[in-house]
């Protein structure tokens, strides 16, 4: 147990040189990284300080480059710190295109995410040795420990609006290029398409009405056009019909024809 502990903990430092590099060449690099990381991702206390510099340039919302680095780490007095102007441009000269950076960003926060669970495991095997917390404590403390950090691979929890609001102008500058007049995912009907632009991705979407109003083959229609006419994977859940209730009224609804005709069984040869 001793040995474990006392090896050097997962990390990957050419992967994090050339996520550095990457962002010091190419702006939508730096969007792309930040999806991933954060400072305390990299291992490496010099990268940890170029990330930042990095980060806090791009915040300003000026150019991220060798030069505006250099200095932004020379007026914090930390440019020596971390290996001098050599090391940044040794970290432009490591990667010959920005192309990557989300798979070296990964590898980067995967060894993250090992640390933290070295970190963690440590201390629950501590508390269970020191046998001073309630068993039940231990476990609680456990468990909270891995879903944090399965939490933290997902999103760093708060996220300031500083680090948010560049994928926003990205994603703004590339609708004024496209100008689609549905964007988004087409629902089939139109109208609502010309006022929603489509649906988006994280939307939450509340269809409400009466009972016997539609609700439910209004929303088989969307669900029809997204999976057959945009090729798109599309899951129905529901918690009062079947599955033979919700296939028969999306037939209906293609061939439409009423649900009570067919129930009743009176249906017409044209039908």
Do not use: W
Request: proline share 3%; aromatic share 8%; glycine share 6%.
């Amino acid at each position: 147990m001793v040995d474990l502990i006392d090896k050097i903990p997962p990390q990957n430092l050419e992967a994090e040189r050339s996520v550095l590099g990457a962002m010091l060449i190419e702006k939508e690099a730096i969007a792309k990284a930040i999806d991933f990381l954060r400072r305390e991702s990299f291992y490496s206390e010099a990268h940890q300080t170029i990330f930042q510099a990095i980060i806090d340039i791009y915040d300003k919302n000026k150019a991220v480059d060798f030069v505006t680095v250099a200095e932004e780490l020379k007026k914090a007095k930390l440019l020596k710190e971390v290996g001098g102007a050599t090391y940044l441009s040794n970290l432009i000269d490591s990667v010959a295109t920005a192309a990557n950076v989300e798979y070296y960003a990964k590898i980067v926060q995967e060894k993250a995410v090992l640390r933290n669970l070295i970190r963690s495991a440590t201390q629950i095997v501590t508390d269970s040795y020191t046998d001073t917390k309630d068993v039940n404590e231990i476990l609680d403390q456990a468990e909270q420990a891995i879903f944090g950090i399965t939490q933290s691979k997902v999103q760093a929890g708060f996220i300031p609006v500083s680090e948010m609001v560049h994928g926003s102008i990205e994603t703004i500058e590339s609708l004024y290029k496209k100008k689609e007049k549905v964007p988004g995912v087409p629902s089939g009907f139109i109208d609502l398409d010309r006022k929603t632009g489509g649906f988006y991705a994280s939307n939450l979407i509340v269809v409400a009405g009466r009972p016997s109003m539609g609700k439910t083959s209004f929303c088989l229609s969307i669900a029809r056009n997204v999976g057959i006419n945009e090729s798109l994977p599309v899951a129905i859940f529901s918690l009062e019909m079947s599955r033979e209730e919700l296939v028969l009224r999306l037939l209906c609804s293609m061939a439409r024809v009423s649900v009570h005709k067919v129930r009743t069984g009176f249906i017409d040869k044209k039908d």
